[in-house]
């Protein structure tokens, strides 16, 4: 059962658009929320990421948004420049039996900036 | 070197070999991961090392085996793998606290003959 689910396996938007993507969530014992980008022959990197405290986080061209009661978080990219094509992951945090951080990283949504 | 570095990039095996996969990682981090990335597939973690203590064995099959010999150097034993062990498999370090974001290798690509 996938705790963190993007449902758009790809996304295509023009240069200087706002790219919108999209994730939500199942279990509520998740704290954290993270989004990760990822280069072909290269790891995931981090990218921003929220506490569940929170609703908005801004870094630059990069704004995540958090509704804890719809379970749904999105990122905002705006504007969208063709660098930015990669994949993006959505991630959820939370401790977990044990004492430990875990994290949970959803399929992820490839991004496609058009110049 | 800094960040975290995978070795091999590649790996090419068959099912009767025994090779083995190294991360090490240069920022001070006191938990280690392995992960691994499948085609069509959320990133599945694998193997959990906090202070050199294996804290989550997440259900994998015993022809992994990993080996953590301290908080900078995490190792990946193969051997007997499948075909469906083809895989990018993936090691991360980090802090080990809430909110603590986790910094990823670049992986080995590893293709099971």
């Known amino acids: 059962d996938q705790q963190v689910k993007q449902n758009s396996p790809s996304l295509s938007v023009q240069e200087g658009r706002i790219s919108i993507l999209n994730c939500d969530y199942t279990?509520?014992?998740?704290?954290?929320f993270l989004w990760y980008k990822k280069y072909p022959a290269e790891g995931p990197t981090f990218l921003i990421s929220?506490?569940?405290?929170?609703d908005k986080n801004e870094d630059g061209r990069f704004t995540v948004f958090l509704n804890k009661s719809a379970k749904h978080l999105s990122l905002h990219i705006v504007p969208s420049q063709p660098g930015d094509s990669a994949v993006y992951f959505c991630?959820?945090?939370?401790?977990?039996?044990?004492?430990?951080?875990?994290?949970?990283f959803g399929i992820g949504t490839k991004l496609q900036v058009i110049p | 070197e800094t960040g975290v570095t995978q070795t091999p990039r590649h790996l090419v095996m068959g099912m009767t070999n025994k090779k083995s996969l190294k991360c090490e990682q240069h920022l001070g981090h006191n938990a280690m991961y392995w992960y691994k990335q499948s085609a069509k597939k959320p990133l599945e973690l694998m193997f959990v090392y906090s202070l050199e203590e294996r804290v989550e064995n997440n259900s994998v099959p015993s022809r992994f085996s990993p080996e953590c010999p301290n908080s900078s150097h995490l190792f990946l034993h193969l051997h007997t793998l499948q075909p469906e062990d083809s895989a990018l498999y993936l090691c991360?370090?980090?802090?080990?606290?809430?909110?603590?974001?986790?910094?990823f290798g670049p992986g080995t690509r590893l293709l099971v003959l």
């Open positions: 991630a959820a945090s939370g401790r977990w039996a044990g004492g430990y951080q875990k994290v949970t």
């Open positions: 991360a370090s980090s802090q080990e606290r809430v909110g603590e974001t986790q910094y």
């Open positions: 929220i506490s569940s405290i929170k």
């Open positions: 279990n509520s014992m998740f704290d954290y």
